[in-house]
């Protein structure tokens, strides 16, 4: 029976890792916020790797927390081991990746959710979108309850028609087993909403009693660990590190799996979903790569709490006495008990073109989405989106100006861009590839490059905002003093440079031109440089890059302008495709179907030509002209 309950600005559909962020962005910006989750023992639940970052994830987070977001500091907050990726490479590709314990992760979140004003919590499992003339009005709930609202963020993950499934065992669930959502689909095909089926998997989590570590690799984790969180220091979050061990698949574990393929769901066609091309399942990398001998395993605690081991690189869905064939022939493992097999699960999701880059539908109004419901895959990605989410379905509730980033802003910008951009027929996950600008987007100036526009929505706090100004004016009269010290060929000098193996002056030079040999950083140079003061390490860290990659930067910095210009050049919202001529058949219909919101955007269509957007440019100036006279 429906029954009409209070009202609210927003509700966000799911607490998952996209709905925690869209729910507190919104209620912290005022809005009344009422989040609906299956089970309220699920909230930011990990249901696969047990771990937050990594690469390009890991700029996805730092950018997260620049904004205002809480991933950040919720993994500083209950993280059992944490390390820097790719230090040997440049700082575009250094990435954060920390060790999670899962449950503390859940519950840590879940306590920030509760005690966040604004922010109202409910079991229950939300059936139907309620909207008048393609604007949302209101929401259902299985149970018949109707909460009348502005605004609806979906954030449903891998619940809505979930199927999971390994060899012939399959059942109609989320993940762990959590009841799936099995009607929200269907009333939002009713919206004509066009949704995609897709599919990821997971691999068997083993009891850490029956694994013999003595045939491994150990993974420690850093010394010197950095946050992931701009509000936290190192001190702040020092603790204890647990270990990850490494081990690998053999020829012996590629016989079982190629032996028993045809029991595979996903090669005997039982599973119909489209799976993450990078984030492949054992089977897959048997089959795709069957000329390495080898596949690395990664084996990482799902936290303090308990022995479950998750056995990283070995997702798979074959059958359960598969399961124990493989991983029994794996290093390490070969006394294997496993607590949880492995499966892969189906689920519905929607093709993301239908949203704006606001991450609005473009066919119903006050309708938001974030998350693997937006065709993406990680928790990261889900996060982002989730964010961006809230952040512009309040600014459009508050009648502000909504948040888009572009690609040489952020890498939450290029996720979103590509989503509503590209067609995406399988889970996207975030790469550096992905990212054309990644000398500037690193994940260690995110704050620079972000906090600012937190602190215009109201998600960074004037504190925050004044540190961060702060911390800029720093780093550039460090940079301007290190430009305008001029160091002599002396004898102490000569012997500071002998000592780190770098050549001898042969003339006098500045300080900023020894930081730009490669052999040399800023605090080898302490001896020689009497004016310096003591400066906090995240300005140390800037000065370094800026000065070691002026020139790459600046190059990028140029291309970024040109970026711009195409970007800047918006297109009207009504624009007619079918009536600017000589644009072709096929541009006409994937303009008309995306309406990109700039030249810039229209050009990443596929599809779209060079030559198109030449007509189009030509046919909006004179469109402009004709407007103005
Ligand atoms: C088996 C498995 C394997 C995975 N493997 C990988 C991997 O290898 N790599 C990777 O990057 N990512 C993987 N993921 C994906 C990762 O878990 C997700 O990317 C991430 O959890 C997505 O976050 P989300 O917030 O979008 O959704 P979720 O974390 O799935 O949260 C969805 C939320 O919505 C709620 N919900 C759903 N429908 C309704 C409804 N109708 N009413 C009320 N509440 C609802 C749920 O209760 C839940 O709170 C895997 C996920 C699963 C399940």
Not at 333 to 359: F, G, S, V, W
């Amino acid at each position: 029976m429906a029954y009409i309950y209070e009202s609210y600005d927003v509700v966000v559909v799911g607490a998952g890792h996209a709905g925690c962020e869209a729910a507190l962005a919104c209620a912290r910006l005022s809005l009344n916020t009422l989040v609906l989750t299956i089970s309220m023992d699920s909230i930011a639940l990990m249901p696969c790797n047990p771990n937050i970052g990594g690469t390009s994830k890991g700029h996805l987070v730092r950018e997260i927390d620049a904004l205002g977001g809480e991933m950040g500091k919720n993994i500083d907050k209950t993280y059992i081991q944490s390390k820097m990726l790719n230090i040997s490479k440049g700082p575009a590709v250094h990435s954060l990746r920390a060790q999670a314990d899962k449950q503390e992760y859940s519950r840590t979140m879940r306590k920030v959710l509760e005690n966040t004003n604004n922010l109202t919590l409910k079991q229950a499992e939300v059936v139907e979108i309620l909207a008048e003339d393609h604007k949302v009005v209101g929401i259902k709930t299985y149970s018949g309850a109707i909460y009348p609202c502005k605004a609806v963020i979906l954030c449903t993950g891998t619940y809505l028609k979930a199927r999971c499934v390994y060899g012939d065992v399959s059942n109609y669930t989320g993940p762990n087993g959590l009841q799936a959502a099995n009607y929200l689909t269907d009333s939002l095909k009713s919206l004509g909403i066009e949704m995609y089926r897709f599919k990821t998997g997971t691999p068997a989590r083993i009891d850490k009693r029956s694994i013999d570590f003595s045939k491994m690799e150990e993974q420690f984790g850093d010394e010197d660990i950095v946050p992931f969180s701009f509000t936290n220091t190192a001190e702040d979050i020092k603790k204890e590190q647990v270990s990850c061990w490494l081990t690998y698949t053999n020829e012996e574990t590629h016989r079982i799996i190629n032996e028993n393929i045809d029991r595979s769901p996903l090669y005997c066609g039982d599973i119909k979903g489209t799976g993450p091309r990078y984030c492949p399942s054992i089977e897959d990398k048997v089959v795709k790569f069957a000329d390495k001998n080898r596949h690395q395993v990664f084996i990482e605690p799902e936290g303090n709490y308990t022995n479950e081991m998750y056995v990283g690189g070995m997702s798979s869905s074959l059958p359960e006495d598969v399961q124990y064939q493989m991983y029994r022939s794996v290093a390490g493992l070969e006394n294997a008990k496993i607590i949880r097999n492995a499966y892969a699960i189906e689920y519905d999701c929607i093709n993301p073109m239908q949203l704006k880059p606001t991450l609005e539908f473009k066919n119903v109004e006050g309708l938001f989405s974030g998350g693997q419901f937006n065709g993406s895959s990680g928790y990261e990605e889900a996060a982002a989106q989730g964010l961006m989410a809230g952040i512009n379905a309040s600014m459009k509730l508050l009648g502000k100006e909504q948040v888009v980033l572009d690609r040489s802003e952020a890498y939450i910008g290029v996720l979103i861009d590509d989503l509503v951009t590209k067609e995406t027929r399988e889970p996207y996950r975030m790469m550096t590839s992905r990212a054309e600008y990644r000398l500037i987007l690193r994940q260690d100036n995110a704050d620079l490059r972000l906090s600012k526009i937190g602190h215009r929505v109201g998600l960074i706090d004037n504190e925050r905002y004044e540190k961060l100004m702060e911390k800029e004016v720093q780093m550039e009269e460090e940079i301007k003093r290190l430009e305008n010290t001029l160091i002599g060929a002396n004898a102490e000098v000569q012997a500071l440079l002998e000592q780190y193996g770098s050549n001898i002056l042969k003339t006098g030079t500045t300080l900023a031109e020894l930081i730009r040999r490669p052999e040399l950083t800023y605090e080898m140079l302490a001896p020689m440089d009497k004016d310096r003061v003591e400066l906090p390490k995240s300005v140390i860290e800037q000065v370094n890059i800026y000065i070691k990659y002026e020139g790459y930067i600046q190059r990028q910095m140029r291309q970024v302008d040109q970026f711009k210009k195409m970007e800047g050049k918006l297109i009207p919202e009504d624009l007619d495709y079918t009536q600017v001529p000589s644009l072709r058949i096929e541009a006409k219909q994937k303009l008309n179907q995306i309406r990109p919101r700039s030249v810039g955007q229209a050009s990443r269509i596929s599809g779209v030509s060079p030559a198109d957007i030449s007509v189009l440019l030509v046919y909006l100036e004179h469109f402009k002209h004709s407007k103005n006279n």
